[in-house]
């Protein structure tokens, strides 16, 4: 039972780590940024935002990733919360990346007034690793999902016949 069951434990605490790790992130950059609303509009600005479009950002940024962080928590939409995550680390990077390119620097303003240092390797390598861990919660996940094998499932696999519904959830 064990050898079976051990590594399908072992993944399941990885996955709620990782969702763990990810919402206290995203609860801490979206609550920042909430408290420090001028700053996030000033920080967006300097990413190239446009002006029209700063405003909304500036409320909507923060809603993102505090929802993002809510539906990391719960099983049923945690699944949505990666999506999110790695969609706005991905757009983080993005963002970095451009900046960079254009030889600009911005203060990242990643946490609010908590921490805001200029957007460039350490940042990028930060959302790297954030980036990481919400893919290999995917990973993590689908090895989870495989299903065990019990005593019924494995007389049924090897006699050869196809199990039906009933049999594969003994």
């Not at 709620?16 to 420090?36: H, N, P, S, T, W």
């Not at 991905?90 to 620097?105: K, S």
Request: aromatic share 8%; glycine share 10%; hydrophobic share 50%.
């Amino acid at each position: 039972y064990w050898q079976i069951a051990y590594p399908v434990m072992v993944a399941g605490s990885f996955v709620l780590g990782i969702r763990v790790v990810l919402a206290v992130v995203f609860a801490l950059a979206g609550a920042a940024k909430v408290f420090d609303r001028p700053g996030t509009r000033r920080s967006l600005s300097e990413f190239g935002v446009p002006g029209s479009v700063v405003p909304i950002a500036a409320v909507l940024l923060p809603l993102l990733e505090l929802a993002t962080a809510v539906a990391l928590i719960p099983p049923g939409s945690a699944r949505w919360g990666g999506l999110a995550a790695l969609a706005l680390l991905l757009g983080f990077m993005g963002g970095i990346v451009n900046a960079n390119v254009r030889g600009r620097a911005p203060d990242c303003h990643c946490f609010g007034q908590l921490h805001s240092a200029p957007a460039g390797r350490q940042a990028l390598v930060r959302n790297g690793v954030l980036e990481t861990l919400s893919s290999s919660r995917y990973w993590a996940e689908r090895q989870k999902r495989q299903p065990t094998p019990g005593p019924v499932n494995r007389i049924i696999q090897a006699s050869g016949r196809p199990a039906t519904v009933q049999e594969m959830t003994q």
